[in-house]
């Protein structure tokens, strides 16, 4: 017989009723899975896709039908082709947490209820789903539809800590869900903003994917980035709380548009004023960070160079505006499947010579401590163009080498930040004086570097081609009719065969997008 399902509400994306029909026909008789409905806590509301009720264990689960490879660093979750965003683990765990509070207080007449094992996980419920995890943070928790009936019918997934004889509570719990859960409110909207997908969270703010009501669900997507507002601050606080996000806004409106910069398209508060919501658009690429852990197909020089070059321009155009990005690491460097660069990551940034205030206000726990300027690693207030030159030097040494110069910031003071290698040797075909024009990014006093300016004036006398003693012969003028394999068109695609003969129009090759790793 199939397991015992207990609808609450109807399920909102096709990973969920996937999710829904395989746990249903695939596990046991003796289990109980809920789906679909809200716990109320405090004035939240916490919305759960599906609990299932085994003999040893409780879990909450939430479906996500996520494709390819993703790769996480314990915080945040890099696709290939999409936006990074936070992992949504720890918020499924923390719903576990919350439900078993619930269940400890409730049945507290009950001795041995504080023993249950509850915890989170997040289903995946495409096939070609592939987890990265190098860590080992996370990967226990992330599960995928081959795996769920071993997953969820093993025992000896519980620690020794706790009691698996859940079964004789069977009837307890299942009461206590039933009394607290509720239907979800319909769609998740915000202002004109309707909810496709949550990507991720985390304490400060959720990630989400959205579509414009008015425009229909056909229409161009955008990303949400909702923050929290905690209303149960006394007044004083939770005025400087508002004024912390909306800052964010704040200092990316005073960047004019730019095309290696996000584009922001509004922000607003909801109309009971617990949330702030940030609106940019939705980015299709990969994050740096994946690029450079790519071996089957790496970034060419030629595209390094571009890289580096719309970089620099992104942060040059946010200078000459007077904002400090102040996080700059190769997770906020998203490259577009158009394979252009797009500068990200503005939450912690701040006007030159203003206020320090911030969004979440503890700057030094976020900040990625591998890309921090020294001067700026134990107070972040004094972060200016320079300390992002700085951080910037550190970014292009590892694009084009493909590791980081320095392992921590201990080696990094030890060194005095000069490099470990030269660039030049390890990748043959960069100019000549391409490595001290490196070291003017890093140079360990700041009072030492040059502005932002005078940098990409020298990146541009650097990399521009230079006038030859000698005339060469022209270059053999291709024949498109009859491309061959291999041959480079553009600066992203690379020839893999003509297919068909030539027509009256044109000429069709199948190609590969070497910044999409895709077939043309």
Known sequence: ????????????????????????????STYTIFHNFEIK?????????????????????????????????????????????????????????????????????????SKIFIDGVVLITS??????????????????????????????????????????YFTNIQKVIKGNAKPPSGPLVFGEWEVTEELGSTEAYTDYRAFNKTAGKKSVTARLRVYHVDLYLPEEERKLQQQRISRAYSVLSKIPPYPNIIGVRTF?????????????????????????????????????????????????????????HRNLSPAVLLIGLDGHLRLTGFEYARVSGGSTQTIAGKIKSELDPAYIAPEV???????????????AGLIIYELFIGERPFSDLSSLVASKAIFPDSVERLCPGLPKGFDDWLNL?????????????????????LVKPQKPDIIPEPSPTLNYEDLPQNTPIAIKYIVERKLG??????IVYKVIDTFAEQPR
């Open 1 to 28: 017989m199939p397991a015992q399902v207990i609808k609450v509400g109807d399920p909102k994306t096709e990973s969920e009723r996937m999710a829904i029909k395989f746990l249903k026909e695939n596990l046991p």
């Open 41 to 113: 806590k405090d004035r939240e509301f916490l919305e759960i896709d599906l609990a299932i009720i085994t003999p040893h264990a409780v879990y909450l689960v939430d479906a996500k039908h996520i494709r390819g490879k993703v790769t996480t660093d314990g915080q945040m979750w890099y696709p290939e082709g999409r936006a990074p965003f936070p992992s949504p683990l720890p918020k499924i765990r923390n719903n576990a947490r919350i439900l078993k509070g619930l269940l400890t207080s409730q049945l507290a007449h009950l001795s041995g209820v």
């Open 127 to 168: 096939e070609d789903f592939r987890f990265i995890d190098q860590a080992g943070r996370e990967e226990s928790g992330i599960i995928q539809l081959n795996q769920v009936v071993h997953f969820f019918t093993d025992p000896s997934q519980v620690p020794d800590r706790f009691d698996r004889s859940v079964h004789k």
């Open 268 to 324: 607003f508060a909801t109309e009971d004023e617990e949330n702030y919501v940030l609106v940019t658009e939705d980015l299709q690429g990969d994050a740096l960070r994946i690029r450079l852990n790519q071996q089957e197909l790496p970034l060419t020089l030629e595209q390094k160079v571009g890289i580096t070059t719309e970089f620099l321009n992104a942060l040059a155009h946010a200078h000459r505006n007077n904002v400090v």
């Open 377 to 391: 690693y134990d107070d972040p207030a004094k972060a200016t163009p320079k300390t992002d030159l700085f951080s």
């Open 441 to 461: 990014l890093c140079r360990y006093d700041p009072k030492d570097r040059l502005d932002t300016d005078e940098i990409i004036l020298r990146w541009n006398t």
């Open 501 to 506: 003969k030539p027509g009256s129009f044109g």
